[in-house]
């Protein structure tokens, strides 16, 4: 079974200022993990998809995120942050690349507001 | 945007009726997935098609139905309409082949309430 945990609801920080939104997760099997974001009244648009070829991924919109099994964590930063970036962000697990029978598992998400 | 399309963009319904919903895959993707987003939540996974056949389910009853077309479009169906079927409900495309990766890239989601 998967589980994710995104912890903080809502996130604040000033335009500028670094990103950090945290995620841990849980899984009986080596995980695929994913970062989504979803802009008010729209669908989810992928940032960045860990597949275990790097503990670091880069994904788009200056975002990146570290895999540390360690820490059962997939913690997802910016190094500034601007006000387009202001959205619901969830973190996601699955077994396999693409969801496959089980789907991806989905966090709560967390509200990124971005103060001017 | 994706190239993955659902319609229609809203809808509201009466509980008891029945609804259908439409999603149109990203040109070369064989796979969809159906989620529930209920406000405030994540995305909860309802079932996936794969060559027109159901490749896995999550915890819905089945008064959650849906269909794949030899296009790969695809339809759900939700039967008896309760209040807490209220919410966005996403179509996400995926190419699924031997060997490789797999990542499901999402439609925007049609917005059902139910009164």
């Known amino acids: 079974a998967q589980s994710v945990t995104q912890l903080g609801s809502h996130v604040s920080v000033s335009e500028g200022a670094l990103v950090l939104l945290r995620c841990n997760y849980s899984?009986?099997?080596?995980?695929?993990l994913f970062w989504y974001v979803q802009y008010p009244n729209q669908g989810l648009q992928l940032l960045l998809k860990?597949?275990?070829?790097?503990?670091l991924v880069k994904g788009i919109n200056g975002f990146e995120a570290e895999f540390k099994k360690s820490e059962t964590s997939f913690h997802l930063t910016k190094p500034s942050a601007h006000m387009s970036d202001a959205a619901e962000y969830f973190c996601?697990?699955?077994?396999?690349?693409?969801?496959?029978?089980?789907?991806?598992?989905f966090g709560k998400g967390t509200h990124l507001i971005i103060q001017p | 945007e994706t190239g993955v399309t659902q319609s229609p963009t809203h809808l509201i319904k009466t509980r008891g009726q029945q609804v259908t919903l439409r999603c149109s895959s990203q040109?070369?993707?064989?796979?969809v997935s159906w989620y529930q987003q209920a406000l405030g939540q994540g995305p909860q996974f309802i079932f996936q098609?794969?060559?027109?056949?159901?490749?896995g389910r999550g915890n819905f009853p089945p008064r959650f139905s849906g269909l794949q077309f030899p296009n790969y479009s695809s339809e759900l169906n939700v039967n008896a309409l309760e209040l807490d079927d209220s919410a966005l409900y996403l179509c996400?495309?995926?190419?699924?082949?031997?060997?490789?990766?797999?990542?499901?890239?999402f439609g925007p989601g049609t917005r059902l309430l139910v009164l």
């Open positions: 996400a495309s995926s190419l699924k082949r031997a060997g490789g990766d797999e990542t499901q890239y």
């Open positions: 899984s009986s099997v080596p995980p695929y």
């Open positions: 860990y597949t275990s070829a790097a503990t």
């Open positions: 996601a697990v699955s077994p396999y690349s693409g969801g496959g029978a089980d789907g991806l598992t």
């Open positions: 040109s070369g993707h064989n796979t």
């Open positions: 098609y794969y060559r027109e056949e159901e490749n």
